[in-house]
C-alpha cells in the first residue's frame, strides 16, 4: 500500500521541477528584454539631446597645440620670447566615433581631404586640429634629430609678417601661397591694396627686442609649407621661364651663374672627355662670351643643380624663392601653432581664419590655378623627365631637412628620371655645340 500510495507525489515533485525551470527561463527572457528596451531609450535621449546643443558627456578632450613643448621657442631659446600653451577644444563623441569609422574604410596614408570628404563640419573640424597635432608631432621629432640651435636671424625676422590686431604672425615662404596670405594679412590690417608685393606689412624685423618678446610669447603663429620638389619647380618656372618685372633682374644675375656651373660640372663628371686644361678654359670663355651676348635662358637640369650643389652658392644666402623653408622660418627655434600645406591651402586657410575670429576673409585665397601651375602631376612628370636620379638625390640631400621637418617624400609624378647615357648624350651635344659655334 505504501508503494502504491507514493506514485502520486513523486508526479506532482517532477511537475513542480519542471514548472519552476519554465518559470525561470521566461523570467530571464523577460529581463533580458527589458534591459535591452532601456539601453535603446537611454541611447535615442542621448542622440537627441546632442542634436539640441546638450552635451553628451561631461568632459572634453583638448588636443594641445603645442605637442611637447610649452614654450614660444626651444628650452634653449631665450626665456623672453616663451610662448603660451593655446589649447583646442575638441569633440570626443559623435565626431570622433564617425572619424574611426571612416579611418577603419580608408588606407592609412589617406589625405586630409580623403579623410574629411566623408566627414560633416564638426567631424571636419576634429581632423583638421589632429591633423594639425600629427604635423607638429613629425617637425617636434625632426627637430629632435638635426639637433637644432636656436637661430632667429634678422632675416627670419623680416619674413614674419605681423597683424596686432588680430594678434596673428605669418611667416612667409616663397612659391606657398604667399601672396594670398599677404593679401590676408593685409586684410587683417585694415588695409586694400592691389598691388600686394608693392605694400608694406609689419615686420617684427622693424620692432625692438621687447616688442618682437611679447608678440612671440602672445600671438598665434603660422606658417606655411610645400613640397620642395614642386616648390623648387614652381620657383623655376618663375623666375627662369616666364616673364615679369619681378624675376628679370633674378634671372639675369643668376641664369649665367647657372649656365656657367653646369658646364663646369659636367667637365669634372666627365674630365677624360677634356682632360686639356687649355680646350677648357678657352670652352669656358666662349661660353661666357656667349652668354654676355644673348638673353640667358636656363635648363630645369641646370637650374636644379646649382640649387642643389653647395658650392654654388658663392658663399652668398640662396636666394628667397630656393632657399630651404626652415632656414626662412627657423620652425624648431619658434613653435608655430599651425602649420599649413599648399596641399591642404583651403581647409588650414579656413580653420586657422576661424580661430581669430576672421572667417569671412578665407574668400580672399585665389582658387583658380596659379600661373605656373608646378604642382600638377603631369608638369611634373614631365620636368622631372629632364634629370637623372643622382641630380634630384642631391637635390633632395641639400633639402633633406625641409622634407623631414615638414613630412614629406619624393612626388608619385616623378616616374621617369634621364639615365647617364641620355645625360652624356645631351650634354656633349651642348659642349660641342658651344664650342665650334663661331
Known amino acids: 500500500m505504501c508503494s502504491s500510495g507514493s506514485v502520486p507525489v513523486v508526479r506532482i515533485m517532477k511537475f513542480q521541477h519542471r514548472f519552476y525551470v519554465l518559470l525561470g527561463f521566461f523570467l530571464a527572457v523577460f529581463t533580458i528584454a527589458v534591459l535591452h528596451l ?13 542634436k539640441e ?9 583638448h588636443v594641445s597645440l603645442l605637442s611637447s613643448r610649452d614654450a614660444g621657442l626651444h628650452n634653449n631659446a631665450p626665456k623672453a620670447v616663451h610662448t603660451t600653451l593655446v589649447d583646442q577644444p575638441v569633440l570626443e563623441t559623435d565626431a570622433a566615433r564617425k572619424l574611426e569609422t571612416t579611418d577603419q574604410n580608408q588606407n592609412p596614408k589617406a589625405t586630409l581631404d580623403d579623410k574629411m570628404e566623408f566627414c560633416d563640419e564638426e567631424c571636419q ?3 583638421w586640429n589632429q591633423e594639425q597635432s600629427r604635423r607638429r608631432n613629425t617637425l617636434q621629432n625632426a627637430c629632435n634629430k638635426f639637433e637644432f640651435q636656436n637661430n632667429i636671424t634678422h632675416d ?3 619674413h614674419i609678417l605681423v597683424s596686432d590686431k588680430h594678434k596673428l604672425l605669418y611667416c612667409y615662404v616663397p612659391k606657398v601661397a604667399c601672396t594670398n596670405w599677404k593679401k590676408i594679412m593685409l586684410s587683417l590690417n585694415g588695409v586694400n591694396a592691389t598691388e600686394v608685393h608693392k605694400t608694406h606689412i609689419p615686420n617684427l624685423d622693424k620692432m625692438t627686442a621687447t616688442e618682437i618678446a611679447v608678440r612671440l610669447r602672445d600671438y598665434r603663429k603660422i606658417m606655411i609649407v610645400r613640397n620642395p620638389h614642386e616648390r623648387l619647380l614652381s620657383a623655376y618656372n618663375e623666375k627662369m621661364v616666364n616673364y615679369s618685372p619681378y624675376s628679370d633682374g633674378i634671372r639675369k644675375h643668376y641664369g649665367r651663374i647657372m649656365h656657367i656651373n653646369n658646364i663646369k660640372y659636367f667637365i669634372r663628371k666627365y674630365y677624360s672627355l677634356y682632360p686639356n686644361s687649355t680646350k677648357e678654359s678657352a670652352l669656358l670663355k666662349r661660353t661666357l662670351k656667349i652668354e654676355e651676348d644673348r638673353n ?7 637650374f636644379l643643380r646649382y640649387v642643389s650643389n653647395t658650392e654654388y652658392s ?23 601653432d599651425y602649420i599649413g600645406k599648399l596641399e591642404t591651402i583651403a ?19 585665389e582658387t583658380k590655378p596659379h600661373a605656373t601651375n608646378s604642382s600638377n602631376e603631369e608638369k611634373v612628370q614631365n620636368m622631372y623627365a629632364q634629370v637623372t636620379e643622382e641630380d634630384v638625390l642631391k637635390f633632395e640631400k641639400r633639402f633633406e631637412k625641409d622634407m623631414a621637418l615638414f613630412g614629406y617624400e619624393r612626388p608619385k609624378a616623378i616616374t621617369r628620371l634621364r639615365t647617364e647615357a641620355e645625360d652624356l648624350k645631351h650634354s656633349m651635344g651642348k659642349l660641342e655645340y658651344l664650342f665650334y659655334l663661331k
Request: aromatic share 12%.
Open 296 to 302: 640667358t635662358w636656363v635648363s630645369f637640369q641646370e
Open 156 to 158: 627670419v625676422l623680416q
Open 53 to 61: 546643443g546638450v552635451e553628451v558627456e561631461d568632459r572634453t578632450q
Open 125 to 127: 573640424k576634429y581632423e
Open 347 to 365: 581647409d588650414d586657410t579656413k580653420y586657422i581664419l576661424s580661430q581669430i575670429g576672421a572667417d569671412g576673409l578665407a574668400r580672399v585665397m
Open 314 to 336: 658663392l658663399d652668398e644666402e640662396p636666394e628667397e624663392h630656393w632657399r630651404q623653408m626652415y632656414r626662412l622660418c627657423s620652425p624648431c627655434s619658434i613653435q608655430y
Open 38 to 50: 532601456y539601453s535603446t531609450s537611454v541611447d535615442t535621449r542621448q542622440v537627441r539631446r546632442f
